[in-house]
């Protein structure tokens, strides 16, 4: 009989935890992602090639708005800003080293490109 009571407090315990996302919290980030993909498609569609931004500055923002996008989407619609603050850092410096390395491997093929003789 203990069993089935600890089986009643663990899964309370677990309701509690996600009950942070209501409708009104999900409709808020939902209207923050299509905000942030309306100005996405301003800059990619108006911003540069009407001239009243540089493709390089165009770039930058987008890319910077995109990240921005990403976290949201992981941040509310795949739980992680709702989980313990260990797994959080875990998968953050993960991914920032996962990021590290690909910028590392693009500077050295891009070095080796310009570098080596053609074949």
């Known amino acids: 009989m203990s069993e089935h009571n600890e089986h009643i407090h663990t899964d309370e315990h677990a309701h509690g935890e996600h009950e942070g996302m209501t409708k009104r919290k999900i409709l808020r980030v939902l ?3 299509v905000l942030i993909t309306a100005i996405e498609f301003v800059i990619a569609l108006w911003a540069i090639p009407g001239g009243h931004m540089s493709q390089h500055v165009g770039n930058f923002v987008y890319i910077a708005l995109t990240l921005l ?3 949201y989407i992981v941040a509310y619609f795949m ?4 989980e313990k603050l260990g797994l959080q850092l875990c998968l953050t410096v993960s991914f920032i080293f996962i990021i590290y390395f690909i910028v590392l491997m693009l500077i050295e093929g891009g070095y080796l490109h310009n570098h080596m003789p053609q074949i």
């Open 79 to 82: 739980h992680l800003k709702f």
């Open 69 to 71: 996008k990403a976290f």
């Open 31 to 33: 209207g923050i992602l």
